[in-house]
Structures are given as C-alpha cells and as structure tokens.
RNA sequence: GCGGGCGUGGUGGAAUUGGUAGACACGCAAGACUUAAAAUCUUGUUCCUGUAUAGGAGUGCCGGUUCAAUUCCGGCCGCCCGCACCA
C-alpha cells in the first residue's frame, strides 16, 4: 500500500479533467439546468484563504448538484477594473493594463491549483475590451429606456483617491476605499436611475427566499420605504418672495393636531432665499456643513435651530398658526426637506420644542392614561393610542387616524399620500482611468451625443501618463477631442468611466450567455441562453456586499429585462444566496508593538515566543487576515504542503459556512491525515472481487450494521448539503471512515461502503476522490459519478433504544424491539431496577410514552 | 437610539414540528508498537461527590409554560453585525 502523495495525484486528475472538459457545458444536455457561482475576484495577484473557502463552498455545490444529475454551469472571471491597477501605476510605474493581465494570470495557476469543477472556457475579465464594449451598449440601451441621465449633484467627493463616491460608497463620512474623509462638491454627473425600480426592489425582496434574511433587512432598510403624506401649509401674513407655501412630508399626519412648530433643512431654498439678511441662518448653515457627515454623536446630542420670524397656518384648525425654523436635523435630501414638529410624539422634535421652549401637546392617548393628566416629560410617545385634542380625528386609533387625516387632506386639495424612498439615484461617474468609458460625446451644438453602436467599444487609451493627479483622460487630448457623431463639429469624449460595480452587475449574464469562447460580439449575451441559464440557483459570497453589489445586480437585471435583452420575468438575478463567513488567524505581537509572523512563534509553557530573536510576543486578536497583522495564510504554501484537497477540507469542516473559521496549524495537520487515512483505508481494501456502485443483498450481522451505518451517514451528509450545514456532513463522513476503517472483513458491503464514502467526498475533496474511485475500479471519473441513493429499509432499526426517564430525569434505558405496544413498554420500564428504586414509596400519577422516543414516569 | 443575530466542555462546534445535552473534530492524559522519536493504533476526557454498573449540578442570568425546555414565552446581562437626526 503506497502512502498518498497529493502533490502527485493532484495535478493527474487535474490534467485528466481538463482533457476531458469536464466541467464544460453548453446547455443542451437536456438535464435539468443548476447554475452555482460564486463572487468572482478581483485580480490583486494574490490568492488567499478567504477565495479559497468561498470558492470550496461553490465548489461542493456544484460537484453535488453534478452528481443529482444536473447540468451545473460553474464559470470563473476576473472584476478587473478599479483603482488598485492605477495606485500600482502611480507607485511602480507599471500600466494598469499589464498589471491586471499580469495579476490575473498570477492568480489563475493557484486557483487552477485548487481543481475547482469551473467552466474555464467561459472566462474573461471585464477590463477585456470585448466586455466593456458591450457594457457600453448596456449603457445606451439603459439610456434609450431612459435609465440614465445627467444632472449636476452634490457628490461624495474622495480627495484621496480624487474620484466621486455613490452614497453606498461612504461608510461614516470616509470613503471605502480610502478611509479619507469625504467632501461635498457640486459636479456633473451620470446616473442610473435606480429609484425607479425603488418599488420593485422593495417588494420583491419578501419571494428571496432564500437569501439571508440579513441581507434581505439590509436592503429594505437602504432602500427605506416609507408611507405618509405630503401637504402644503400656506403663510400666516406675507409670505417670503417666490414662493407660495411650505411642502412637508410626514409620516404621522395622524398627529397633526399636536404641531407647534414647521422646521427646514439649511440648504432648502427658501431658508437660502432669506440667508443673505439673516447673520443667524448663514451661521447656522455654516455650523451644518461644517458638521458635514462626521461627528454624528456631536449632532445628535445638539438640536439647532433658527427662527425665521415667518409663521404658517395650521391646516385643519383656522385658529392656529405655526412658527417656522430652519432647524440642523432637518435633512435637504429627504422627503421635501422641510418638517411639521409634533413634539410629543417625536423623539426629535420634543428635544428641539424643549430647547426652544415650543408647546409640547400630546394627541394620542396611550392605553391606561387620562386624557386630562396625560403628560409628556423628555421621552416622546410613539406607540399606538387613541387620539385626542384632534377635532374630527378623536377617538380614532393611529391606523385610522393616519388614514382619515389624509383623506382631509385630500378633501382640502392641500396634500396626497406619498411615498418615499430613502434610496438615491446611483451615481456612476467617476473621474479615473482604469474603468470602462462612458460612451457619450459632449457637443457644444447638439449636447451629450451617445457614441454610435457601430462605433464602440470607446477604447481606453494605452498612452497616458499616470501622475497621480486626478483623471489622466481629461489630459489626453487626441483621445478627448473627438467629431461629434451628430454634426461632425469638434467635440469632447466624456472622460468619466463607470463606477467598477456597473461591471459586476451583470457579468453573470455574460458566464451564462455564450458558450465556450464563444461570448458574441454584437450583442451583451445571447438572451436566450443566459435566460435559460438564469437565475442564479445558487450564489456565494461575503455580506459585505449586502447592500452594493447585491442592490445595483439586482437593478441591472431589472434594466435589461425592460430593454429586451434578458428574458427574466420576476428580474431577479439570484434565486439563492449564500453570505459565507471569513478565514481568521490568530495575531501576535511583540511588546514594542510590531506584528510577528505565527510561523515564527513558539509557544513555551502558555508563553509566546519570537522565534530567532527569543522575544516575549503576545497572543493579538483572532481576526480576518491581513496583510498588516502579518496573520496570512498563503494558500499556496498549504497546497505545496499537504495538498489542495487537505486546504478545501480543512476550510470546509468544524465551523458553520455563514461563520468565520480560524485557521491553525493543527487544524491543517488534522486534515492532512483525515485524507491520508481515508486513502489508507481504501488501499488496505482488495478490492478486485466487487464493484462499488453493487449493493448486497444478503448482508447480515456486522455486514448489514455496517450498510445500515454506511446508508444513514448518507441521509445525514446529504441533508448538510442541502442545507449548507457541510461541517455537519464533514462530522458524518469523519464517523462512516472510523467505522470503515475498523470494519476488516473485505466483502461487498465493505466496498459498497467505501463506494458511498467516496461519492460523497468528491465534492469535498475531489482529486483523492478520484483516486480512491479508480482504486476501487469505480467505472469513469468519480465527478461523473451519481449521488448515492440511500435504501429506506436500512434506515429503520428493528431494535431501539428508548431512554426511560422518572420525572423528567433519565435513570436508564431500553433496548426493545421497535413494534413493542405501549403498554408492554410500560411493564417493561417499570420492571428497571433503576426506575423501581426511584418510584418507591411514590404514587405513579402518569405514565407518557412517546413511541420510539422516549417514556416518562411521573410520580410523587 | 432603531433593526438583526448570537451566548453550550480547555477549543471549534453538534442536537430545535420540545423527547438520552456535549455527536464529530482539535487539544490533553494514559497505554500499545519502537532502542528512541515521529507516524499509527487503543482507552479516557462537562463539573462535583476522595472510589462510581451510582448520585448531584449543568446549555449567559432570573422567572414562566410543560410529564419533559439548549429548543417555547417574559424580563435582564454580555458580545457581534447593519443603519443612524429618514420626519
């Protein structure tokens, strides 16, 4: 019996694979149609561990879904625009392009390394010109369709990375992927218009099934939708010039009764209009912007506020009028930018009334209270209640009253119900070399002119100089200046590209629309295959692309659903998604604060040391690898070492896919002899007398215990499949090897046996797998395989164990025949001497016998 | 503040239409093999009761429902994630 050498057997079977493409497929099978894929990466030049678990996870789904007789697509690209390629092009001179290129073929070999079951010849990258050609057509198409316009904005301007962020892209006043604190710019910029699918994509996250209801929350709360009406108040006296009213938009109007103030944002152009008179407004104004997006916790602590001296007239009661503020919590980008203050019932209008010493006048009753003594202190109420003090509202609920307020307000021509959205058109402009080109020309005389479809792609220039300083588009001049389209005269290109998230929206589509190397050239992707291909069945990835990536694919697909180019009714691209969890290792650290290698610490009595400089180093955090706290892992090294299988396992067992999983050295090492042992006891079988794919028929004794083991491990790790629980299925096969390998009689069952183990590791560990298949004399490769079926008669025991308990506690068990009647079982218990010894002396009240469970005896 | 999730041995974790808590693995301990070590194999390993075919306690804490609660309900405590003046 050799020892398995995976250094070996890995590249054979891979080899094998790749000559019998395997893993290519074109769609007319007739089989059942399964697409898994996993978030493609972005070509850094490193693989590391986080790749490898999530890619192993897609892996098993699509090396499974194969084996239960699917037609499984499973493709692999690179997301390889972004400004990672132009940082490398400022620090190291190098071009973006050769860069990528260089990266993404640094990074192929090792993922290739891995015998991933992938469709190869589907791959691209999406800084191909032939991709970002048809991105550009997806673009005037969307333009066509009116999805895309042009506006001047404030922007999310990133003074590091010198570009524009969408409002996504801002995580606490810092850009994402700079970390530097964000700036407002006023610019003209393109935008998709995301909003109009705001409905849609609010309602049909309720039919993602199985998407994480994490995910699903995270949307609906960016998306933030939200019922209530919008109304007008007119002036109380002379109103300001140039305008009429006050546009509020509220939630509550049920509350409209409690109103003692009307407050606007800063910015809003009536409070602008009085600005130039008024030192207090453009002080207050100056404090907002200054406050910008940081200091959060400074905001919230202090309400600021300015009054106008203008007064409105409350709408339903003549006899009242309302002061008007320009207020700092008052938001320009939300709903109509200005506000009815109902302190009593608003956490943030009562902090502002308290301040300023506005009436505080609650107008829902909560249950329990007297109208006459009911007061507010410094908590508003928000609950449900009844109203009061409200005119023809009294004596209604908050449901009712919001409804009929509206019908007033309708009745009275003032106002509407509305709905508001929190999300914001996307904006996709970004001013940066290494993206794809808008593909528009700006004309003097004709406007933005969209580039001709018979003119794309709009190449990106390979001479450009990159220094650094801003867009080096806007400086290339022979590539700017461009006839227009429309009249021939001199014009300008755009110089903005795509936002990189516009690339990952829809690449899906493209792996699933073009076979072979064959994606079209004329058109984004065959519709009818990517239709027949999509959804996605099963997608994987990390959470933190919750909310972006997830958001804009599922706007994309909407996009091109309307503009005829994908035929996918309910626009969804993903039917199931999966948020895998990341790969930590633990830190350590020396007393002067640098960050060691683990591989060189050595631990001495619970005590951590440098190895080479004997240094006292300290055990850091378990956290997500990175480079800086010098905690990597890199998969090649693992692969050099035990093998490609050994590193898919070990990501694979013990923790839960959605949590984080730690690597250890030790955990590695367990893999490693898991395999070999796995391949010892299959090398140990002589195998030569039996096929795998038999099953006996006349097992008895140990032979048939062992089926009867060998078939309920089977239910049980395919049941961890199915429900994305594979450490529960690794446990399992971990169970059927130590029982195989104990079992030394070499018969039929025993193959029969080895046959299901290996089946149902191939997806995990697919190259030692195969070996162990060929060993065994399975026919063809083991990836080609069916799923093993389970035989239902050797999933139920004729004798069982029932635990029988006294008052709740378990004092002994019993070992009976499964049809024993109730009442034998009964008799049976109470014969225990253990059951005996704990009823003596007591009365038996009750006796429960849960049939093949479990029987309780009650007494006292 | 709002929303979501989690809390089980030394460690990762298993068990939920309520039914033997701790499967499986790591680690640790003892033993076998070996001149020795590594590898491998065997046994043990929640805690307490000096011994254990026995008893008691035990799934963050307090309480409830139930013959029976890790699982269901109520209230706390702690940790993690997301959103954050969204009207």
């Not at 991709?131 to 922007?155: C, E, H, N, P, S």
Request: glycine share 8%.
């Amino acid at each position: 019996m050799s020892r398995y050498n995976a250094a070996e057997v890995e590249p054979k079977w891979q080899a094998a694979w790749d000559a019998a493409h395997a893993f290519e497929v074109d769609g007319k099978s007739g089989k059942p149609k399964y697409y898994a894929l996993e978030m493609f990466p972005y070509p850094s030049g490193n693989i590391h561990m986080g790749h490898v678990r999530n890619y192993a996870m897609g892996d098993v789904i699509a090396r499974y879904k194969r084996a239960c007789g699917f037609e499984v697509l499973h493709p692999m690209g690179w997301d390889a625009f972004g400004m990672p390629a132009e940082n490398a092009a400022i620090e190291k001179s190098v071009h973006p392009k050769g860069w990528t290129y260089a990266n993404i073929d640094a990074m192929r070999a090792p993922l290739k390394r891995l015998g991933f079951a992938l469709d190869w010849s589907r791959e691209f990258a999406t800084c191909d010109e032939a991709y970002y050609k048809q991105q550009q057509a997806i673009f005037l198409a969307f333009w066509d369709k009116g999805l895309v316009y042009r506006k001047t904005a404030k922007v999310n301007w990133d003074p590091v990375d010198m570009t524009v962020l969408a409002n996504e892209q801002v995580i606490d006043g810092k850009g994402w992927r700079s970390g530097a604190e964000v700036e407002t710019r006023e610019l003209d910029q393109w935008f998709f218009k995301i909003t109009h699918y705001a409905d849609e994509l609010h309602y049909a996250l309720d039919d993602l099934e199985r998407w994480p209801e994490k995910v699903r929350t995270m949307q609906r709360n960016w998306i933030g939708r939200s019922e209530g009406a919008q109304f007008k108040f007119t002036f109380d006296g002379t109103a300001p010039e140039g305008f009429e009213e006050i546009e509020v938009y509220t939630t509550r109007p049920d509350t409209l009764f409690g109103a003692s103030f009307v407050a606007m944002a800063y910015d809003h152009p009536l409070i602008k209009s009085l600005n130039a008179e008024s030192a207090p407004l453009q002080e207050l104004a100056k404090t907002c912007m200054a406050m910008g997006s940081t200091a959060e916790a400074i905001e919230k602590a202090e309400k600021l506020g300015v009054d106008t001296g203008l007064r409105v007239q409350h709408p339903f009661d003549p006899g009242k009028t309302l002061p008007v503020y320009a207020a700092n919590f008052v938001l320009m980008g939300y709903g109509t930018g200005a506000v009815f203050g109902c302190p009593a019932h608003d956490q943030r209008d009562l902090d502002f009334a308290r301040k300023y010493k506005l009436d505080v006048t609650p107008v829902v009753l909560p249950k329990g209270e007297d109208a006459n003594t009911y007061k507010i202190e410094d908590t508003a109420y928000t609950g449900e209640g009844v109203l009061f003090g409200s005119g023809f509202l009294d004596g209604m609920s908050k449901v009712a009253g919001i409804v009929a307020a509206i019908a007033k307000l309708e009745e009275l021509g003032i106002g509407t119900k509305q709905v508001t959205y929190r999300l914001r058109d996307w904006g996709v402009s970004r001013q940066r070399y290494w993206g794809c080109p808008i593909p528009i020309i700006h004309c003097d005389a004709c406007g933005a002119v969209p580039v001709p479809t018979k003119d794309l792609p709009v190449s990106l220039p390979e001479d450009v100089k990159f220094d650094g300083l801003g867009n080096p588009l806007e400086r290339h001049a022979t590539w700017k200046n461009t006839p227009c389209p429309k009249c021939a005269k001199l014009a300008r290109r755009e110089t903005d590209t795509l936002d990189t998230f516009a690339d990952s929206s829809w690449y899906f589509a493209r792996f699933a629309g073009g076979q072979g190397n064959g994606q079209p050239d004329d058109r984004p992707f065959d519709k009818e295959e990517a239709s027949a291909w999509l959804p996605v069945d099963q997608y994987i990835g990390g959470v933190e692309h919750a909310v972006l990536h997830l958001l804009y694919a599922r706007f994309f697909t909407r996009g091109l659903r309307d503009c005829g180019l994908l035929d996918l009714p309910s626009g969804e691209p993903f039917d199931g998604l999966f948020t895998q969890g990341m790969v930590t290792h633990a830190s350590f650290k020396t007393e002067d604060g640098a960050w060691v290698i683990p591989a060189d610490v050595d631990e001495k009595d619970g005590k951590f040391f440098e190895l080479g400089t004997g240094k006292s180093v300290t055990k850091g955090a378990v956290e997500k690898m990175s480079k800086s706290k010098k905690n990597v892992v890199d998969p090649a090294d693992i692969i050099e070492g035990y093998g490609a299988d050994v590193a898919r396992w070990f990501v694979l067992s013990d923790s839960p896919p959605e949590r984080d999983v730690e690597w250890t050295e030790a955990g590695a090492i367990g893999a490693w002899r898991f395999a070999s042992k796995i391949w010892a006891t299959v090398a140990e079988t002589d195998a030569s007398d039996f096929n795998p794919l038999d099953t006996p028929q006349d097992a008895d004794g140990e032979a048939l215990a062992l089926r009867k083991l060998v078939h309920k491990a089977l239910v049980k790790v395919t049941e961890g499949i199915d429900e994305f629980r594979f450490n529960t299925s690794v446990a399992q096969i971990y169970e059927l090897t130590n029982a195989l390998k104990k079992y030394k009689a070499n018969d039929a069952s025993k193959i029969e046996g080895l046959g299901v183990l290996v089946r149902m590791i191939a997806p995990f560990m697919p190259h030692l797998a195969e070996e162990c298949w060929a060993y065994l004399g399975g026919i063809g490769f083991v990836c080609d395989a069916p799923w093993p079926k389970a035989e239902a008669a050797l999933l139920v025991d004729d004798q069982i164990t029932i635990p029988v308990q006294v008052n709740g506690k378990r004092r002994t068990e019993l070992v009976v025949s499964k049809s024993t009647p109730k009442d034998e079982l009964e008799k049976l218990a109470l014969a225990e001497p253990l059951v005996s010894a704990h009823i003596e002396g007591k009365t038996i009240r009750k006796i429960i016998v849960v049939p093949g469970r479990i029987i309780n005896i009650v007494a006292n």
